[in-house]
């Protein structure tokens, strides 16, 4: 696609950013609908002189990654809803010069959930207590899901629990459970740590719907063993993909194609994986 006067700038805004998937994923995206616009990566440490850049160069939309998820709400106009209870923003929209934040890591972990069952009234244990967790299980409350937060940390688990006026169980109590839906968000099994899981087998039961967020390795040793007692899986992929695909809607107004998203990830995420293998 020719680059014009007209072509609008996208973006991705985080520290690091240079590992990112998100230019050859968004720029392949826009390609395929035939939308003129390009998608950047910028390494950006002050969010506000970065918000400002926004307004000023007039950026259409903007994807705010680590560290920047939480500082980034109060240079915004408005925040949706959902990003508010949950207190962190991943996308922005650029509405003729308002800036209006959104969580489409919540929104694209509800509907990759949703792509194989129905939220309300479904038992989720979340695993974990960090971002992740918050934003999901903000997500699947609006959903109508109840949940139990477990964590190895009381404290942190606590927190979080009363945060979302949902249960707090220990880690070490999980096997007591009785879920519809397991889901890690520990960075337990990320590459390269790749061998471990944040449980023991005894967690899983037949029947259950159980979900990682850790995408590389895409098969992780916890939804090995999910596997392996007849649960249903979901992928981290999934999330990574509806949470684009989510922006990419918001910001062009077309439907996202994402077959290419996701095969446009899956190529990034297997040439990392082979460029931090041994030989
Ligand atoms: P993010 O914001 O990306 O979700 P985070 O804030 O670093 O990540 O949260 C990481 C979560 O993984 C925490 O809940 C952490 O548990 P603690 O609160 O006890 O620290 C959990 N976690 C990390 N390593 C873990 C491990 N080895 N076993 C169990 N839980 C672990």
């Given at each position: 696609?020719?680059?014009?006067?007209?072509?609008?700038?996208?973006?991705?805004?985080?520290?690091?950013?240079?590992?990112?998937?998100?230019?050859?994923?968004f720029?392949?995206?826009?390609?395929?609908?035939?939308?003129?616009?390009?998608?950047a990566?910028?390494?950006?440490?002050?969010?506000?002189?970065?918000?400002?850049?926004?307004?000023?160069?007039?950026?259409?939309?903007?994807?705010?990654?680590?560290?920047?998820?939480?500082?980034?709400?109060?240079f915004?106009?408005?925040?949706?809803?959902?990003?508010?209870?949950?207190?962190?923003?991943?996308?922005?929209?650029?509405?003729?010069g308002?800036?209006?934040?959104?969580?489409?890591?919540?929104?694209?972990?509800?509907?990759?959930?949703?792509?194989?069952?129905?939220?309300?009234?479904?038992?989720?244990?979340?695993?974990g207590?960090g971002?992740?967790?918050?934003?999901?299980?903000?997500?699947?409350?609006?959903?109508?899901?109840?949940?139990?937060?477990?964590?190895?940390?009381?404290?942190?688990?606590?927190?979080?629990?009363?945060?979302?006026?949902?249960?707090?169980?220990?880690l070490?109590?999980?096997?007591?459970?009785?879920?519809d839906?397991?889901?890690?968000?520990?960075?337990?099994?990320?590459?390269?740590d790749?061998?471990?899981?944040?449980v023991?087998?005894?967690?899983?039961?037949?029947?259950?719907?159980?979900?990682?967020?850790?995408?590389?390795?895409?098969?992780?040793?916890?939804?090995?063993?999910?596997?392996?007692?007849?649960?249903?899986?979901?992928?981290?992929?999934?999330?990574?993909?509806?949470?684009?695909?989510f922006?990419?809607e918001?910001?062009?107004?077309l439907?996202?194609?994402?077959?290419?998203?996701?095969?446009?990830?899956?190529?990034?995420?297997?040439?990392?994986?082979?460029?931090?293998s041994?030989?």
């Open positions: 696609m020719t680059i014009t006067a007209t072509t609008q700038v996208f973006a991705v805004m985080g520290n690091p950013v240079r590992h990112s998937l998100s230019p050859v994923m720029n392949q995206a826009f390609a395929e609908t035939g939308y003129n616009a390009v998608y990566a910028f390494e950006v440490t002050s969010v506000q002189d970065a918000v400002n850049a926004v307004r000023s160069l007039g950026i259409r939309g903007v994807s705010i990654t680590i560290p920047h998820k939480v500082t980034v709400l109060e915004l106009d408005e925040v949706d809803p959902l990003a508010a209870e949950i207190g962190a923003v991943n996308t922005i929209i650029n509405r003729n308002r800036l209006i934040g959104f969580n489409s890591d919540s929104l694209g972990a509800v509907k990759a959930i949703e792509e194989v069952t129905r939220l309300d009234g479904k038992r989720i244990v979340i695993l207590a971002g992740a967790a918050r934003a999901i299980g903000f997500g699947v409350q609006a959903k109508g899901a109840g949940v139990t937060i477990v964590n190895r940390s009381i404290a942190n688990g606590e927190t979080l629990a009363k945060a979302l006026n949902a249960d707090f169980t220990p070490q109590d999980l096997h007591r459970l009785d879920a839906i397991l889901i890690n968000t520990t960075s337990v099994g990320m590459t390269p790749s061998l471990r899981s944040p023991d087998d005894t967690v899983f039961r037949s029947g259950m719907l159980v979900m990682d967020i850790v995408y590389a390795p895409l098969h992780t040793c916890f939804l090995r063993q999910a596997r392996n007692t007849g649960c249903m899986t979901i992928n981290g992929l999934s999330m990574l993909v509806h949470q684009a695909a922006q990419f918001l910001w062009t107004g439907p996202a194609p994402t077959g290419v998203m996701q095969q446009s990830l899956t190529t990034g995420l297997n040439f990392a994986e082979g460029e931090d041994p030989s």
